[in-house]
């Protein structure tokens, strides 16, 4: 199906870049003008040299124009393009306003390829270079309509093809298929056809191409920028990542630490062998405190602890889901029951980022109610749940493939004067929101308080 007009004069528009928020200015100025004005130099200097070849050769054997005229005139027509990149539009006009007024005094100077040269050259750098291209579209149409009509106006009035093909003695004579008359028409339009709409379509594809490496060039800084911003984001995200860990890793020990610090200061005066237990268990913190430091640093530093075995730090795996059980032995005084509701084996299929996350929960909301709670119990509930949610369950678009969760529940009461920082809490929620999860965080209604975190699983991938 053929396209309408209006499709038709959009493509032709949006092809000559009409309404493109775009100009094409020389990458440097100045030394685009500086190139342009010895290009200039150099045309003029080559037209005058073909203008007197063309007459020592007798190619003004019928021009009575005196000499100095005719240098003037060739002067003219290629001085110009000195300011072809500055002034385009202006450039082709003044050409084609030289080619009409030179070729109806003195004809056979334009004729000279120098300056028809100069004529294809302003055409192309006009397109090239307009910054509006309304306005280019514009004056070239004026031009070809100028040109195109003098060539009709030649064959019409001029000398007319009868005179030319009896000056090339072909009147009475047929060298080929077609007619001499015809033949010489058609052969006038197809190399002028050539000559403008060859300047015409070099100059838009020139246009189109320094266009194009602009965009380029501005995507691959737009892609360093981002890139760089990429960079400097996960820095800060590892930054943040690492925060959490040195607060929940020094948090849970040192709450421990301090407790059983208390419990052993008050035992030293009435009963000294008793308190061997609390400092055993500071002891033993302290060295767990210190070996978890140990591999974070490792890892944040990419070295090995020099007094360890070689990679000690760098090896030491994260804990995970399957080791929240044994949160309850260092729970410092406090009583701490652990319950896992999953599947044999479901525990150590979580991931091991998921898994940490819910094991730093535990550790934090834990090692919060030693220090901000009167509380004397706790419970913590580890959930995994692999069956796929309901269409009808809310959840179901949060959690398609099941999910990995931690309860914590004690019965207390906020302590007097313990206020935290709440970094604590932060770092919970900072870690939900990476894995897309669901946290639950506040006192109950029935007393004491919750700390609930939800992840969803991925997908059973074979």
Known sequence: MPLQPVTRTRRVLEWFGVDVDWERVPADPARAYRDDLWLGLAFAAVAVLGTELGRSIGYFEDVTTPVPVLYLLTVLGAAPIALRRRYPLAVLAVEYLHFLLVGITVPTLTMLAPLQVVYFVALFSAVAWARD?????????????????????????????????????LDDVQPGLISPVVAWVAFTWLINLAYFFGAICAGQLMWHGARRREQLAAQADTIERQTAELQRQAVVTERVRIARELHDVVAHHVSVIGIQAAAARRMLAGDPAAAATPLATIEGESREAVAQMRGLLGTLRGIEA?????????????????????LADGAGGLDVEVRVVAEPGAVDEVP??????LYRTAQEALSNVRKHSTARRASVVVRVDRRPARRDDPA?????HGFAEVEVLDDGRPRQGSAGTGLGLVGVRERVATHGG?????????????????????????
Do not use: K
Not at 142 to 167: D, T
């Open 306 to 326: 020099p007094d360890e075995p070689r990679g000690a730090a760098a090896r030491m795996p994260e804990p995970g889901l399957a080791d929240v059980p044994r």
């Open 133 to 169: 291209r309304r306005a280019m579209l514009l004056v070239v149409g004026a031009v070809l309509f100028v040109m195109f009509g003098w060539i009709v106006w030649q064959f019409a009035v001029g000398a007319g093809v009868e005179g030319i093909v009896e000056q090339m003695g």
């Open 352 to 357: 091991g980022p998921l898994g940490l996350s």
């Open 438 to 462: 669901l946290a639950d965080v506040g006192p109950r209604a029935t007393g004491g308080y919750r700390v609930r975190v939800r992840l969803p699983l991925p997908e059973d991938r074979p």
């Open 396 to 400: 179901a678009e949060r959690f398609p």
